[in-house]
């Protein structure tokens, strides 16, 4: 096992770097789905990207995936994932120009939600099998226009509406945003592994650079 588990505000799965560990290195800050609330975070290694991490060499980034407890959304913890992910830059030698946020499901709305609350302190976002919260103000979706974004879902996901993610592309791309949108004509709701296992998102995750996107003018 490459992942270890660490308790806090919110316990969390934790995976340090496959480098140097003195060089600074990007993050991947990960946020569940609702049927992975609890007080187990085994149950996060059984799939999607955790199961990824955990099943694979140390990779070329730290890893961390906090846990809900059962009925609570990220929304509701959104101060305690701002404190881990203060914590994690304090305590690790990680580039916080290069913080990736990315969700699954409820973890996508969180996403959606997170970033566009700080969209200082994202590199990028990764959103998955999710919808954006409808409580999100026109100025939030704005501030997502600086961050690149990478979004997945399946044709036949009954929880969700393509026209509805469509949208929202549409809205940010007509901001200037950059979004990638990603559509699986056979997946369904559940297509993380897919989806994380892909080494073209691999490499996406590591190339993200607030720095870099900071000179383009």
Do not use: C
């Not at 800050?29 to 187990?40: K, N, Q, S, W, Y």
């Not at 969180?110 to 959103?127: E, Y």
């Amino acid at each position: 096992m490459s992942v270890e588990q660490r308790s806090g505000l919110l316990p969390y799965l934790f995976s340090s770097v496959s480098e140097d560990t003195n060089k600074p290195a990007p993050l991947v800050l990960f946020l569940h789905g609702a049927r992975d609330r609890g007080t187990d975070l085994n149950v996060l290694l059984k799939w999607g990207l955790p199961g990824f991490v955990n099943e694979s060499s140390p990779l070329p980034y730290f890893f961390a995936a906090p846990q809900l407890p059962e009925e609570q959304t990220w929304v509701d913890r959104e101060s305690d994932v701002i404190a881990l992910l203060d914590e994690l830059i304090a305590s690790q030698p990680i580039d916080p120009s290069r913080v990736i946020l990315s969700g699954f499901s409820l973890g996508t709305a969180g996403t959606w939600h997170i970033g566009a609350s700080h969209p200082d302190r994202f590199a990028g976002l990764v959103a998955v099998s999710g919808r954006v919260p409808k409580t999100l103000e026109a100025s939030q979706i704005a501030a997502l226009k600086e961050i690149p974004i990478q979004i997945f879902q399946g044709a036949k996901d009954e929880k969700l509406s393509i026209e509805d993610t469509q949208q929202i592309v549409d809205t940010l791309r007509g901001l200037g945003g950059i979004v990638d949108f990603t559509v699986f004509p056979e997946g369904d709701h559940f297509i993380a592994d897919e989806v994380y296992g892909d080494p073209k998102l691999q490499n996406w995750l590591i190339s993200q650079n607030r720095r870099n996107a900071a000179l383009v003018v």
